[in-house]
């Protein structure tokens, strides 16, 4: 008789040994503070115009021990481009290029990511801008993760990801098509993303 009670102890045991075997992707929000969105544009051939974007957010799923990656979200105020040129900022604000009025969020988002390395990912997702979706992959290293020196709020130190990621898209494929064909102004815009991140 002691044999069915046995079992069902182990039974019993090993489903609440099961969900924390299985560690779940901690949650990482993008650090406001220290988040640094750039890009370069081709101007007549002469020199490249380097732009960042001042305000964005994001969040995504990591786990360390296993290297995966998921839910990747980053969304970029597409009214807060600055090139340090007051007129020039306020064209690429206007329909000729981001039309921030209309579509005032651009925003990537990724299901999954690949490794390739290390600490090297590939992230193929989306890119909504302009209210059409285009495939974009950005090229990520995690460069380190840790506890802050730096306490944050409540006196507490967070627990920081380091991120630096390269991409590249055509704006004339979301119809961004202001002096493509004159070659003044450059098609393929690379980004330059740098970023620290905070585990929830």
Do not use: C
């Amino acid at each position: 008789m002691k044999t069915p009670a046995l079992l069902a102890t182990a039974a019993l045991a090993l489903a609440l040994a099961t969900p924390a075997a299985q560690a779940q992707p901690a949650r990482y929000e993008l650090d406001p503070d220290h988040i640094s969105i750039g890009f370069l544009v081709d101007h007549v051939g002469y020199a490249k115009v380097l732009g960042l974007f001042r305000s964005a957010r994001g969040s995504y799923r990591f786990d360390e021990a296993t290297g995966a990656l998921s839910d990747v979200r980053i969304e970029v105020e597409t009214a807060s481009v600055f090139t340090n040129q007051r007129k020039r900022d306020e064209h690429l604000k206007g329909p000729d290029f981001l039309n921030s009025s209309e579509f005032p969020r651009m925003v990537f988002t990724a299901s999954s990511a690949k490794r390739t390395g290390d600490r090297q990912f590939e992230i193929a997702g989306q890119l909504e801008l302009l209210g059409k979706s285009q495939p974009l992959t950005l090229q990520a290293t995690w460069n380190k993760s840790g506890e802050s020196p730096v306490a944050g709020g409540f006196g507490r130190k967070p627990y920081v990801m380091g991120v630096s990621a390269r991409g590249s898209f055509k704006r004339s494929a979301y119809g961004m098509n202001y002096a493509v064909a004159n070659g003044w102004v450059g098609d393929e815009v690379p980004l330059i993303i740098e970023f620290e991140a905070v585990r929830q």
